[in-house]
């Protein structure tokens, strides 16, 4: 399956679950990050003022539970099991 455009405040239904792309009670404060080549580990800097939550959907489109670490105020690092390519929504 490949994933739909994400577009800036569209809804994405990808079978499992609605994504909404930018949250009303902060507007303007999410990235995509989009990890084409399969890795383990992916590292995502964002400029938040904050932690962000993430959300990980597989290049199938299912959403993947894995470990985040705040690596610090400014970088995310997802660790799976195995190599996966896909995108991350930090919110």
Do not use: C
């Amino acid at each position: 399956m490949e994933l739909p455009d994400i577009v800036a405040g569209e809804p994405v239904y990808l079978g499992i679950a609605t994504i909404v792309t930018e949250p009303t009670n902060n507007p303007g404060q999410f990235l995509i990050y989009d990890q084409s080549t399969p890795m383990a580990t992916w590292t995502i800097n964002h400029t938040f003022t904050r932690f962000p939550s993430v959300t990980v959907i597989d290049a199938s489109g299912f959403v993947i539970i894995t470990d985040v670490e705040h690596a610090n105020a400014t970088t995310v690092v997802l660790t799976f099991a195995q190599p996966i390519s896909g995108k991350a929504l930090l919110v």
